[in-house]
């Protein structure tokens, strides 16, 4: 049998067939070896996995695994299962190679090997690859998991370089480290440096023009009255503009708004609108400033008219003013603490007057109280059988006498912190009767007691709580309770009238007398002559709010007859303050007032005289020969009813047109005797 001669390959070939046998082989090492090495030892065992079955077979990357196709043949379309691997269990070897063919021919000569020098990668973007990374780029295209022989060339190796050994005393030293002032210094530049910047929009490119500037316009003539010129509207039509707005005038001072103004010329806000058509020359004076000569009507007006009606004041409330003051609130917040509700002084103090701020509103809070729960003991005084009583006792009881209300007064005001004291003294009240002429002044005495409480803006005022609560009938011996608040908003001056202190120093008095005399107290009003007063029914009076002590005649007794009478007597009488509101402070809307004269003259039968009102005073003048004979009376009554509907808010000349005509009833304001 012949044997196959070996074919003359070219020294390509041979470098690839000898990289080929090289694959799989360990390392060179100048160690020798035993066996010959031109045969091809077997492949070092390693472990696989199901996952990692590739292996190398001539020349040729053949996968095992799953997402590739498999090894085994298909019976019926079935594959057979796959083979599992544990991990830990070693893998049968391949089977052996066949015997190389022994060749008479020596193996031709290999080409000189490069030295290591030579294999330095070039400036290119070429480099010299090696079949290991052929294999590499050859499994990175396959679906498959790809790994890497375990086993490395020498020209693997050839191009690399070990680092250095690292030795700490060979390393460069370290910049210096900066200072304090230094860093700050280096943020002060950044901060200068960002402080230049200029921010810059990113515009389209355009295509560099040069535009020619359109010529100038030649100059508008001057036209001396600027006209508005006509415009016309889209129907058409013609409209002329409206003309034009002449500019600001210039700020002016204000001691110039009283100068240079002709009278009867309109101005606003300080600008004459309608400048007088003649223009006044510079070189004589400024012309006089008329609009602030004075208005003689005027001036006339403000004079006295004896002859004239009295005039209603201004009806601006007073803030100090008591009498028009607005104490609903208090009113109402101490009707809310029955007397058998309360367990103790303390407690009621601070109910009654921490809802307010003011010591006034506070005072009268507690006065409004002492009305709704404490009522005079009758019984005690008539009978002269009143025992002294402690404050405890009165809220306890419900019953007291003057004293008695006194106490209770300044033991709640003084819990609630207010400064209040109870005044003993002279009060001109139940069971005291006017001096007659001739009798002599008795000495002082004690029969009363009221308080002296501190209100607003520190001032003393003189209250009564005792009076304020009701009134008491001695020939009944009973007790009306009825709100009496002028006892509270009277002035210190009308309340020294009827209340005479037993310390002197306790008359707080606003009129700039420190006190006054027993005698002058005693003797009232009209002195050493012993007229006694008009007598004044108080229940219409604190109603209407009508002043018991400007009532006149003020004399109970009017002559009319002898030189003493005069020829026409004026009555009058006016509210209590000027600005007290029938509304808001009293009852309701105002009645109206009326006087039955008995025609002395002859004529017979009485007749009914109305009062004339302006709203805050009323007057009626009447002949004195016509108001009646010695010994009757004369009489002053609000009219209440009139044709049996209620007569509030009826005016003067309704009741005049209706007296005679429709019966009336009334409540009695005031009396007089004709003497």
């Known amino acids: ?216 316009l030649p100059s508008r003539p001057h036209q001396p009255s600027p006209q508005a010129p006509a415009r016309q509207n889209y129907s058409g039509a013609m409209r002329s503009l409206p003309p034009e707005r002449p500019p600001a005038l210039p700020t002016r001072s204000a001691l110039s708004f009283g100068m240079n103004k002709v009278k009867g010329s309109g101005t606003t806000h300080g600008v004459n609108e309608n400048p007088p058509a003649t223009e006044t020359s510079n070189d004589g004076p400024p012309p006089l400033p008329l609009s602030s000569k004075p208005d003689l009507s005027k001036l006339l007006a403000t004079k006295p008219n004896p002859g004239a009606p009295p005039q209603p004041p201004s009806q601006v409330a007073s803030p100090s003013c008591l009498c028009c003051r607005d104490f609903s609130g208090p009113d109402n917040h101490a ?108 000495a002082e005495y004690s029969t009363h007691a009221w308080n002296a409480v501190k209100i607003d803006n520190g001032e003393w005022k003189l209250i009564d709580s005792c009076w304020g609560a009701g009134s008491v009938c001695l020939r009944e011996q009973t007790y009306n309770k009825r709100f009496a608040p002028r006892h509270f908003t009277m002035d210190n001056n009308e309340f020294g009238l009827r209340h005479f202190p037993s310390n002197k120093s306790l008359f707080h008095r606003t009129d700039g007398r420190q006190q006054i005399g027993w005698e002058e107290y005693i003797l009232g009003p009209h002195g050493a002559s012993a007229a006694l007063p008009v007598q004044v029914y108080e229940g219409v009076a604190q109603d209407e709010g009508i002043a018991e002590t400007k009532i006149l005649p003020s004399t109970f007794h009017i002559p009319v007859s002898g030189p003493d009478a005069p020829r026409t007597t004026h009555f009058q009488f006016e509210k209590v303050c000027a600005h007290w509101d029938p509304i808001l402070n009293g009852m309701g809307k105002p009645y109206s007032y009326i006087m039955q004269i008995h025609n002395a003259d002859g004529r017979g039968g009485d007749e009914t005289r109305v009062f004339d009102s302006n709203g805050s005073v009323w007057w009626l003048d009447v002949e004195t020969r016509l108001l009646g004979k010695q010994g009757q009376k004369l009489s002053l009554f609000a009219v209440t009813t009139l044709g049996g509907e209620d007569a509030r808010g009826v005016s003067v000349e309704q009741c005049r047109r209706a007296m005679g005509r429709k019966g009336w009833s009334g409540g009695g304001l005031a009396a007089w005797e004709l003497v």
């Open 1 to 216: 049998m012949a044997t196959e001669q070996p074919q003359a390959q070219s020294i390509h070939a041979r470098i690839a067939a000898l990289n080929l046998g090289h694959l799989g082989r360990a390392p060179i090492t100048a160690t020798p070896t035993d066996h010959d090495p031109r045969q091809r030892p077997p492949p070092a065992p390693r472990s696989q996995t199901t996952n990692i079955p590739a292996t190398l077979s001539n020349g040729h990357i053949v996968i095992d695994g799953i997402g590739n196709e498999p090894n085994g043949e298909k019976h019926n379309g079935v594959l057979p299962p796959p083979s599992i691997t544990r991990t830990g269990q070693k893998r049968p070897l391949p089977p052996a190679l066949p015997p190389r063919r022994q060749s008479s021919q020596p193996s031709p000569a290999l080409p000189p090997r490069r030295s290591s020098a030579s294999l330095q990668r070039k400036d290119s973007s070429e480099s010299i690859s090696s079949t290991i990374s052929t294999v590499s780029a050859i499994s990175g295209g396959t679906n498959g998991p790809t790994r890497t022989p375990g086993s490395r060339t020498p020209s693997m190796d050839a191009g690399r370089k070990l680092a250095p050994i690292f030795d700490q005393s060979n390393l460069p030293p370290l910049p210096p480290k900066r200072t304090p002032e230094q860093v700050a210094k280096r943020y002060q530049d950044i901060e200068r440096s960002r402080m230049g910047l200029k921010p810059a929009k990113s515009t389209p490119k355009v295509s560099n023009m040069e535009i020619e500037s359109p010529p100038s």
């Open 335 to 442: 009707a809310k603490f029955p007397r058998q509700t309360v367990p103790s002084i303390p407690w009621l103090a601070g109910q009654l007057v921490s809802p307010f701020t003011s010591p006034t509103d506070q005072a009268r809070a507690i006065f409004a109280w002492m009305h709704h729960n404490v009522a005079y003991d009758v019984v005690g005084f008539c009978n002269n059988a009143v025992k002294p009583s402690t404050p405890a006792n009165t809220l306890a009881t419900g019953l007291a006498v003057c004293q008695g209300y006194a106490n209770l007064f300044t033991a709640i005001a003084s819990n609630a912190g207010m400064e209040s004291l109870v005044v003993n003294g002279h009060g001109k009240g139940a069971g005291f009767s006017p001096l007659q002429p001739g009798q002599p002044i008795p």
